[in-house]
Antibody
Framework: EVQLVESGGGLVQPGRSLRLSCAASGFSFDDYAMHWVRQAPGKGLEWVSGISWNSETIAYADSVKGRFTLSRDNAKNSLYLQMNSLRAEDTALYYC??????????????WGQGTLVTVSS | EIVLMQSPATLSLSPGERATLSCRASQSVSSNYVAWYQQKPGQAPRLLIYGASSRATGIPARFSGSGSGTDFTLTISRLEPEDFAVYYCQQYHSSLPTFGQGTKVEIK
């Protein structure tokens, strides 16, 4: 059974940093691209970032480019999102999602339950 | 950035009825790189359709997708009680994937 478990969310002040993690199990992690998608409270979905199976391709939404860094550790079946210079508009539930392909093509067939990030003073 | 507009915002129907959800793109989505997701309250999204018309694994046949270019449709042939939810279309053609704002299918 595919499982994606996010962690690392919490309350953080504007301008500070947070690192999200996603622990994957139940599939060959190093065969697939992985993504983060966020959802602000009561709002729709926004794709944040994606990384190819071998980390050669990493893509970011314009809204986070230069502030967020996506990485993965295939030996640990884990995905990480380093979020710096956080803003109030980054407040959202952050989902880790598995791509259907190894390349960064955002068809997302499994999702975690999300970790909540709240940016507020 | 490709903007996706979904209509209607809310669809009020009864179980057993047919649901037709629309998704229009601001520019052509080549290779029909459009997906549809279902999201229920308090749950993560679930992939229904990709490639505009291919059902994801385990998705019932009452869900179907169609369309090309800039106009795409998700059809639920006969609504079951568990189908009342919010539906999002998504394009993954460009290097910046984007989602529509969602259509809520509610019980009439």
């Amino acid at each position: 059974e595919v499982q994606l478990v996010e962690s690392g969310g919490g309350l953080v002040q504007p301008g500070r940093s947070l690192r999200l993690s996603c622990a994957a199990s139940g599939f060959s992690f190093d065969d697939y691209a992985m993504h983060w998608v966020r959802q602000a409270p009561g709002k729709g979905l926004e794709w944040v970032s994606g990384i190819s199976w071998n980390s050669e391709t990493i893509a970011y939404a314009d809204s986070v480019k230069g502030r967020f860094t996506l990485s993965r550790d295939n030996a640990k079946n884990s995905l990480y999102l380093q979020m710096n210079s956080l803003r109030a508009e980054d407040t959202a539930l952050y989902y880790c999602a598995k791509g259907v392909f190894g390349l960064v093509i955002a068809v997302l067939d499994y999702w975690g339950q999300g970790t909540l990030v709240t940016v507020s003073s | 950035e490709i903007v996706l507009m979904q209509s209607p915002a809310t669809l009020s129907l009864s179980p057993g009825e047919r649901a037709t959800l629309s998704c229009r793109a601001s520019q052509s989505v080549s290779s029909n790189y459009v997906a549809w997701y279902q999201q229920k309250p308090g749950q993560a999204p679930r992939l229904l359709i990709y490639g505009a018309s291919s059902r994801a694994t385990g998705i019932p046949a009452r869900f179907s997708g169609s369309g090309s270019g800039t106009d795409f449709t998700l059809t639920i042939s006969r609504l079951e009680p568990e189908d009342f939810a919010v539906y999002y279309c998504q394009q993954y053609h460009s290097s910046l994937p984007t989602f529509g704002q969602g259509t809520k299918v509610e019980i009439k």
